[in-house]
């Protein structure tokens, strides 16, 4: 008996027709893609990270290549919010896919005030809040390795916008489960993880890090199984959906997210060495529900 | 997007120099596109494998007829080294043509200047070169073995080419530039425009002297990249003050490059390792 599985998530607030999201970060404002990846296939787009006024970013060397691993320290670079509406999402938003803008700060009241623009702005289906970039300051990790500050944020966040709201969690903590929990009861619709470990790497011949930055954030399939096994943990943790990121490269990779419970997933640096890999991916699971005769992507989960 | 990714097939691969290696792939689908001072970013792995995770960045070094592609690099690291053992009949995923490409000004003759591997994209631009519009090319290296493959690919083209090595053992003996302030009374009072890929403190010198001539610069930069397509920014360079393509402040070699004006470029915060 042949099958035609039915992708599109329903849950809660998070309406996707599709799990395949391109992930903050490895996808620019998504216009960089258009015309090269059907990117009206995928579920959706996570832009880069936008804060109030515009960034430039940590000083090069930005990258380091590691075994099955990407090091980063970008440091959010991004046009500001103004000119991603003024400029960007215009063409964006015209795309059959849905429009997550991932946010940024350096306190509540800049998270806040983003949010509360972006809420007033036609075109975007939902936020993702970034409380867990390892690459500066502030503005990142300090929100999302302490509950207090993440359930913080959060609630300034849920304030200014009725937009469904995504929180993205560091990996960098012990226990993501309490993170988890602290944003859920802050009142997130859903929320992403992992974000980049933190790492680093050291040039033997010239005696200093590579990274200008010194630590930069890990990606790609080396971190996989951390991934997984947060994304795991924070399932059984929470009753909002999760979102799974983290060196996903194939159908099979994702599928395993999707076992472990997620709602969907993001692929992230696979985009930056495959463009089309997401939609590649997007046929693997496809298959893989015909094959197995799962009709409806609520049906994955183990 | 004028970029593609498909799979080519390798038909040549060998050794030009020391750690020097040039490889011939077929891509006519990219070949078609392809402009002097693009590049390409090449896919290692096997199918299936996942390391060397990221693709590297390859400048065009000439093109063939039937779609052929040849590009000329040096074993630097781990994913060069392990290019270097294809053997032709293989393939190789391809991504490109990517970035600007130099912008050719028909109406001044041109000055190129590499240095290096960095003439690797001189060549295309050599030959590509207009028939009527006057060219000199000055190529630099440690040693001869470093330029002797690039100077001769050089020597087919209608260009002057100048010689210049650190230690002496080809050509002129000392740094390009020395050459550079001798070519210009070539010219004869004719403002050349520069054209020039090579090492950071090279193209620095090149810059600054282009600068002293009041003439026209235009520099192929390279960094370390992710994907070639604008999506990482993880290739950024310092931009100068005041230049609007740097809109943050640093330029990205995929995206507003490979190849700038010098003066898009802030020199004193160029890393030059």
């Known amino acids: ?302 | 997007m004028k970029y593609l990714d498909v799979r080519g097939l390798v038909v040549a691969h060998g050794q030009v120099g020391p750690g020097t290696h040039i490889l011939g792939i077929r891509a006519p689908e990219i070949r078609k596109g392809a402009k002097p001072g693009q590049f390409c970013m090449i896919d290692l792995k096997p199918p299936g494998a996942i390391d060397p995770l990221l693709r590297r960045p390859l400048s065009i070094h000439r093109v063939g007829p039937k779609g052929l592609l040849i590009f000329m690099y040096k074993v630097v690291g781990r994913g060069t080294a392990l290019l270097s053992q294809l053997s032709p009949g293989g393939s190789l995923r391809i991504l490109g043509p990517l970035g600007n490409g130099f912008r050719i000004d028909q109406s001044r003759p041109g000055l190129l200047i590499g240095g290096g591997i960095g003439t690797a994209p001189l060549v295309f631009l050599s030959e590509a070169w207009p028939k009527d519009v006057e060219q000199v090319a000055i190529i630099g290296g440690r040693t001869r073995a470093d330029i002797e493959y690039a100077a001769r690919c050089l020597e087919d083209t209608p260009s002057r080419v100048h010689l210049a090595t650190d230690d002496g053992s080809l050509g002129h003996k000392g740094p390009v530039t020395d050459l550079m302030s001798r070519a210009m009374e070539m010219f004869e009072g004719r403002s050349p425009v520069v054209y020039s890929c090579g090492p950071g403190p090279m193209l620095k010198a090149v810059a600054r002297m282009a600068a002293d001539f009041n003439l026209e610069c235009q520099v192929s930069l390279e960094a370390r990249m992710a994907c070639g397509m604008g999506l990482c920014l993880g290739c950024a360079v310092p931009g100068s003050r005041g230049d609007d393509s740097a809109d943050s402040g640093y330029l990205h070699v995929c995206r507003e490059g490979p190849v700038f004006r010098a003066d898009q470029v802030s020199w004193e915060d160029y890393p030059c390792p």
Not at chain 1, 82 to 109: H, M, Q, Y
């Open chain 1, 1 to 302: 008996m042949s099958i035609n599985p039915d992708l599109a998530v329903k849950t809660g607030p998070l309406n996707l027709k599709n799990p395949v999201l391109l992930a903050s970060g490895t996808c620019g404002y998504g216009i960089e893609l258009q015309g090269f990846v059907d990117l009206e296939k995928l579920g959706g787009i996570v832009v880069k990270g936008l804060s109030l006024e515009p960034r430039s970013g940590n000083p090069p060397p930005r990258l380091m290549e590691t075994p099955c691993g990407l090091l980063n320290s970008i440091g959010l670079e991004n046009v500001g919010v103004d000119r991603f509406i003024s400029d960007k999402l215009p063409a964006l938003s015209a795309l059959d896919t849905a429009v997550i803008v991932n946010i940024l700060g350096d306190s509540v009241r800049d998270y806040q005030e983003l949010a509360g623009i972006l809420d007033q702005v036609r075109g975007i289906d939902a936020i993702e809040v970034n409380i867990s970039c390892p690459n500066v300051r502030a503005g990142g990790a300090a929100f999302g390795s302490d509950p207090d500050m993440a359930s913080e944020v959060t609630a300034a966040v849920r304030k200014a916008t009725s937009l469904p709201l995504i929180v993205k969690l560091s990996p960098n903590v012990t226990d993501i489960t309490l993170i988890a929990r602290a944003v859920e009861h802050a009142g997130a619709d859903a929320i992403s993880l992992i974000n980049t470990l933190l790492g680093m790497s050291i040039d033997i011949k010239a005696r200093r890090p590579v990274l200008a930055n010194t630590f930069g954030g890990l990606s790609g399939p080396a971190i996989k199984p951390v991934a997984l096994r947060m994304v795991w943990q924070a399932v059984r943790a929470v009753n909002i959906p999760v979102i799974g990121i983290g060196g996903i490269q194939n159908a099979s990779d994702a599928l395993e997210f999707l076992l472990a419970g997620a709602a969907a997933v993001q692929v992230g640096t696979a985009t930056l060495v495959d463009p089309l890999v997401s939609v590649q991916i997007l046929e693997g699971i496809r298959m893989y529900m015909k094959e197995t005769g799962i009709s409806d992507i609520s049906g994955l989960p183990i």
